[in-house]
C-alpha cells in the first residue's frame, strides 16, 4: 500500500499511480510480465497490485532461479550424494523436490549435503578435506554464473567439481512471448540479471515482438514506474527498451562478468521445470574444464524426472496463467514448512511469496 512507504515516496507514487490510471483508462486489458523474485515479493509485499486500474494485470514469469530446475538435476545430486561425494549447494536448493526426495531428504538419510553462502566455500572445503570428493551444485540465472566462472577460472582443487545449472533469462521470455495465450502486452525485465548482462539483449522483444519492455529496479517506486512507461509506449504504439533501472544498469551491463562466462561455459539447449526444453537457454563447461564437470566426472545422467506432483500447478503459476490461490494445493497441503511444488521453495518462489504476504 502506498501509506506504507516513506512520505516523499508515498507523494511520488500517487502520482505515478494517477498517471497509470489516467493512461489505463484509453486501453483495454494489458498484461505485463515481469520475470524476477524480487520484484514479485516488492508487488505482494507493499500491495502494488491492489493501486493498479482493472484492466492491468501484473504477472509473474518465470524468475526465480530454484523454482525452475528440473527434478532430473535434483535427481543427479541426489544420485552423486549417494555414491558418497559430498554435494554443496545455497540453503534454498535443499529442499527442492527431486521426482522422489529432495537433497534435504537424503541428507536426512546420511548423505553429505552442505550448505554455503559462496562457491569460494565449496572450495576451501575441498582443500581441507582433499581425501572426499566434493560437487557444487551451480544453481542460478547470469547474476550468479559469473561467481562459479571465476572459481573454475582460478583451478580449484581436483576434489571439486561442478555440477552446473545455471540458466538464461531472454531465452525464457521468448517462450513466454510465442506463447498465444498469454497474450502479454509488456515486460519488465530483472534488475539483478540486467545488471550483469545489461539492456542490449532484450532488444529482441520491441524490435521483433513489438513488445514494450522496461528493464525495472526493485523499490515499489521502481515498479510502478516500470508500469508507467509500459503504459506510456502502448498509448504512443512505439514499443521500445527503456531503462528506469539507470542507478544500477548500464546498457553494455558487466563486460567483465560477460567475458568470464563466455570464456568458461557455452550455451546449450537446456531443460526448465515444468516449461520443457528452451533452446540456447542453459549453461555448460567448456571442453576446457571439462575436469571438473561432474557429469563426465563420474558419469552422472538422470534422463527423465518428475517434475510436477499430482496436484500441483506450479508448472502453470512459473508462466502466470494462473495465480498460487488457484492451485488446490496452496496453503493445504503445500505450504513453506511442507513444500510439495518447488514455486513454494525459496524466498523468490511466487507460491512462497503469496504464503508470506
Known sequence: MVENLRFRDATLAKRVVEKIHNLASKEGTVKICHVCGTHEWTITH??????????????AGPGCPVCIVPASEIDEAIQLASKGMVITCF????RVPGSKMSLLDAKAEGADVRVIYGVSDAVKMAEKEPNKEFVFFAIGFETTAPSTAVEVIKQPPENLSFLVSHRLIPPAMKL?????????????????????IGVKPYEIFPKRYHMPTVVAGFEPLDVLFGVYMILKQLSEGKPCLENEYMRAVRWEGNVKAQELMRKVFEVVNGNWRGLGTIPSSTFKL???????????KYGVKVEDGVDIQPGCKCHLVIIGKIKPTECPLFMKTCTPQKP??????????TCRIWAKA
Open 340 to 349: 510439495v511444488g518447488a514455486c513454494m521453495v525459496s524466498i523468490e518462489g
Open 176 to 196: 513466454l512471448v510465442d506463447m498465444t495465450d498469454l497474450s502479454l502486452n509488456g515486460f519488465i525485465a530483472p534488475g539483478h540479471v540486467s545488471t550483469i
Open 286 to 296: 567448456r571442453r576446457k574444464y571439462e575436469n571438473h564437470d561432474a557429469h563426465l
Open 46 to 59: 507493499f500491495g502494488l497490485r491492489s493501486l493498479l486500474p482493472t484492466n492491468v494485470e501484473v504477472i
Open 91 to 94: 540453503g534454498d536448493v535443499l
